[in-house]
């Protein structure tokens, strides 16, 4: 049996890096894993490579940054499981590295729309669902330089800074009347396409493969922690 057995998982930004990695690690462990994204056929990839290694998995393919589309999963969540034990928002865009005088307002909104306003609507709409668990986990992966500011990464750390303030106030809300429990991931250098296109110089080989930090998310989630909690690797 599995440590995550009974359990239901929803993974944001599933369909590759390290989204795929934690959903795959997640399911390997015993949780029913609920796959999200915008490319249906990536998906797919991820739940046929969960499904060859005996796990279990559902994709749901949708742009998180359409509320509407965000409400009809947690419906379809509620109608058909009733709760919802493991909700990662992972699903974020980098945008372009530029000095702050130079940021497009309208890419910068994109930006804000996925990293931040997206992830408010995830929480609001699968809130119940999580309190429903007897021990809720939300856990929101960020960046260092949203909590360290560094030039030319503004728009960005800009995001994943008021990404940490949304999701440690949800937490410290639920802290004293529900069992619900949220986290900060920072996962540090790791081989993902946004890596790629941040540092194109960089040798992939050189940093760590998503499924380390997709192992140390699964292990953490086994263990009790208190909200506020950061898992910097």
């Given at each position: 049996?599995?440590?995550?057995?009974?359990?239901?998982?929803?993974?944001?930004?599933?369909?590759?890096?390290?989204?795929?990695?934690?959903?795959?690690?997640?399911?390997?462990?015993?949780?029913?894993?609920?796959?999200?994204?915008?490319?249906?056929?990536?998906?797919?990839?991820?739940e046929?490579?969960?499904?060859?290694?005996?796990?279990?998995?559902?994709?749901?393919?949708?742009?998180?940054?359409?509320?509407?589309?965000?409400?009809?999963?947690?419906?379809a969540?509620?109608?058909?499981?009733?709760?919802?034990?493991?909700?990662?928002?992972?699903?974020a865009?980098?945008?372009?590295?530029?000095?702050?005088?130079?940021?497009?307002?309208?890419?910068?909104?994109?930006?804000?729309?996925?990293?931040?306003?997206?992830?408010?609507?995830?929480?609001?709409?699968?809130?119940?669902?999580?309190?429903?668990s007897?021990?809720?986990?939300?856990?929101?992966?960020?960046?260092?330089?949203?909590?360290?500011?560094?030039?030319?990464?503004?728009a960005?750390?800009?995001?994943?800074?008021?990404?940490?303030?949304?999701?440690l106030?949800?937490?410290?809300?639920?802290?004293?009347?529900?069992?619900?429990?949220?986290?900060i991931?920072d996962?540090?250098?790791?081989?993902?396409?946004?890596?790629?296109?941040?540092?194109?110089?960089?040798?992939?080989?050189?940093?760590?493969?998503?499924?380390?930090?997709?192992?140390?998310?699964?292990?953490?989630?086994?263990?009790?922690?208190?909200?506020g909690?950061?898992?910097?690797?």
């Amino acid at each position: 049996m599995g440590v995550f057995d009974g359990k239901l998982a929803l993974v944001t930004g599933a369909s590759r890096g390290i989204g795929a990695a934690t959903a795959t690690a997640l399911a390997a462990r015993g949780a029913h894993v609920i796959l999200t994204a915008r490319n249906a056929k990536d998906l797919e990839k991820v739940e046929d490579a969960i499904f060859e290694s005996g796990g279990s998995a559902t994709i749901a393919p949708l742009d998180i940054t359409d509320g509407e589309s965000i409400a009809r999963l947690a419906t379809a969540v509620k109608e058909r499981w009733g709760k919802l034990d493991i909700l990662i928002l992972n699903a974020a865009m980098l945008g372009s590295l530029t000095p702050v005088p130079a940021i497009d307002g309208t890419e910068f909104g994109k930006v804000i729309t996925l990293n931040l306003i997206a992830q408010q609507a995830m929480i609001a709409h699968f809130d119940a669902l999580l309190r429903a668990s007897d021990a809720g986990r939300l856990l929101a992966l960020t960046s260092s330089v949203g909590s360290k500011p560094r030039a030319y990464w503004g728009a960005y750390g800009a995001s994943k800074a008021a990404l940490e303030s949304l999701v440690l106030s949800y937490g410290e809300e639920c802290e004293n009347i529900s069992p619900l429990r949220t986290a900060i991931i920072d996962p540090g250098k790791t081989r993902t396409e946004m890596r790629a296109k941040a540092y194109p110089g960089e040798d992939p080989a050189t940093v760590k493969q998503p499924s380390v930090v997709a192992d140390a998310i699964a292990q953490m989630l086994e263990q009790d922690f208190e909200s506020g909690h950061r898992l910097k690797l």
